[in-house]
């Protein structure tokens, strides 16, 4: 993705949701629900689950939403940053830690719209104790339905970012997951976090039925490549991440009609690693950015 130029962007007039399209695909965005996706299909079929909310309802519900300006949980939100300890505010009820970022839960605005591509803004609130911009650029080409995004750093101090995307595949019984990955993360509990390598009990390293496992981990040195089987769906997805997608996290709730596969920059647990930069944290100084971008590519089987 190219590299905007946010100040000199102007935000369209308000709208609900908007649909994007090309190539057999079809995108639904709804920016004033936390720059989320609707629905993203390829030809008529559902490529992420189908968003069939309306009105104030949580992003949660999506086919996909944006993680700004951090992925997954920092623990009871607090984390302490160049010497200075920082408490950020409960997001969520369904959790003791604060998760996900702001961006999901804020309204983005339209600054560009055609056919095949919109650009969506947003800057940070009050909630960050740093301010920042950041574009989502949703586009559809040959390849598939492109997600991106760019973090730029408008405080006057360094400040620590984190990306990444929350996408929400539909799941049955037959839908299947690969991805090669060097080690597993677990969920932010109360001990200290340690990587593991994959076993046979959570390694997607071949293909097998998402049922397999219930999981809620973040995996590290993954190749960028995941593919996703859909055989009563008749379709087969293929995720391609950006590098800066260093980890993704894999989240396969029981019983639920959807799994997410979600490419992120940093594992779980950055905010309180030794040092954050190992973990994937990006420290930006003052007019840095940080970007990246995923493809969901799909063909009938």
Not at 169 to 190: N, V, Y
Not at 215 to 236: K, N, V, Y
């Amino acid at each position: 993705m190219n590299s905007p130029d946010l100040t000199r962007m102007t935000a369209s007039s308000a709208q609900a949701v908007v649909r994007i399209s090309a190539h057999g695909y079809d995108v639904e965005i709804d920016a004033a629900r936390g720059g989320r996706l609707v629905s993203a299909t390829f030809e008529g079929v559902d490529v992420l689950r189908r968003d069939l909310t309306s009105g104030p309802s949580s992003a949660l519900e999506s086919a996909c939403f944006p993680l700004v300006p951090f992925s997954n949980r920092i623990r009871e939100g607090r984390f302490t940053f160049e010497g200075h300890s920082y408490q950020l505010a409960a997001n969520w009820d369904g959790d003791e830690h604060v998760i996900h970022g702001e961006g999901w839960q804020q309204a983005w605005e339209i600054v560009a719209l055609e056919d095949a591509r919109a650009v969506l803004r947003l800057k940070g609130t009050t909630a960050w104790p740093w301010s920042y911009e950041c574009l989502q650029e949703i586009s559809i080409g040959e390849t598939g339905i492109v997600l991106a995004l760019t973090l730029r750093n408008t405080s006057a101090v360094p400040m620590p970012a984190g990306l990444g995307f929350h996408p929400y595949f539909p799941h049955t019984a037959s839908t299947e997951l690969q991805f090669d990955a060097q080690r597993i993360w677990p969920p932010l509990g109360e001990t200290a976090l340690a990587p593991q390598v994959p076993d046979r009990t959570n390694s997607f390293s071949v293909m097998r039925p998402v049922s397999d496992c219930v999981l809620d981990h973040c995996f590290e040195g993954w190749s960028g490549t995941a593919r996703i089987l859909q055989p009563d769906m008749g379709l087969e997805v293929t995720l391609t991440a950006s590098r800066s997608a260093a980890y993704c996290v894999v989240y396969t709730p029981a019983g639920e009609p959807y799994f997410c596969f979600e490419p992120v920059s940093h594992c779980t647990g950055a905010f309180e690693a030794d040092e954050i930069a190992e973990a994937g944290l990006k420290v930006l100084q003052p007019g840095e950015s940080l970007g990246l971008s995923l493809t969901l590519g799909a063909k009938r089987r």
